[in-house]
């Protein structure tokens, strides 16, 4: 099974900041890598598929990048509706996994 | 515009059965992969099982094996997860997810709101 390890586990930022965050796999996920976001009460929210694509709707400010076992997500400016939980997955392999989670939360 | 409704979650008691629904719409459901995802209370999010476009193809997590059947009605549109021999920690909100393709591309771009099962004496 591939294990996903995101770091850190919380961000503390502003609105403004830049957010980094980051998921190591334990094998390479040939780049078939996907971030979601999650906010409490709700189902996740498909960011970027394929390590750098974003999905139908996401804006600009999240860019994803990454390739073999290290990918990150990057929220260029903070808006107020980002601050949530955001996990990646991987579709390289069975079983999919996905990692425990990053919460960006208010400074 | 795509929907997916989530239905019969209810508190079971540990050994016992449960059958979850998932009513799609708004798409071809023949022609998309679909998933169950499940997050337990306060805890992250854990793929449980895939079915093909068509079916042909299933797949599952180690912890459900053997006790979860995953199947699609694509004259209904419904997707299924039976659940049998359930156990304290398969407590969760049980999200059921379509992937953008027949196969391979399992990731989710669609995702229902979730149906709880809590599972308890």
């Known amino acids: 099974e591939i294990v996903l390890t995101q770091s850190p586990a919380t961000l503390s930022l502003s609105p403004g900041e830049r957010a980094t965050l980051s998921c190591r796999a334990s094998q390479s996920v040939s780049s078939y890598l996907a971030w979601y976001q999650q906010k409490p009460g709700q189902a996740p929210r498909l960011l970027i598929y394929?390590?750098?694509n974003r999905a139908t709707g996401i804006p600009a400010r999240f860019s994803g990048s990454g390739s073999g076992t290290d990918y990150t997500l990057t929220i260029s400016s903070l808006e107020t509706e980002d601050f949530a939980v955001y996990y990646c997955?991987?579709?390289?392999?069975?079983?999919?996994?996905f990692g425990g989670g990053t919460k960006v939360e208010i400074k | 515009e795509v929907q997916l409704l989530e239905s019969g979650g209810d508190l079971v008691q540990p050994g016992g059965s449960l059958r979850l629904s998932c009513a799609a719409s708004?798409?071809?459901?023949?022609?998309?992969?679909m998933s169950w995802v499940r997050q337990a209370p306060g805890v992250g999010l854990e793929w449980v099982s895939a079915i093909s476009g068509g079916g042909g193809n299933t797949h599952y997590a180690d912890s459900v094996k053997g006790r979860f059947t995953i199947s699609r009605d694509d004259s209904k549109n419904t997707l299924y997860l039976q659940m049998n021999s359930l156990r304290a920690e398969d407590t969760a909100v049980y999200y059921c997810?379509?992937?953008?393709?027949?196969?391979?591309?399992?990731?989710?771009?669609?995702w229902g709101q979730g149906t709880l099962v809590p599972v308890s004496s």
């Open positions: 997955q991987q579709r390289n392999d069975w079983p999919l996994t």
């Open positions: 708004g798409f071809t459901f023949s022609t998309y992969a």
């Open positions: 997810a379509r992937s953008p393709g027949a196969s391979g591309t399992w990731y989710w771009d669609f």
């Open positions: 394929d390590a750098s």
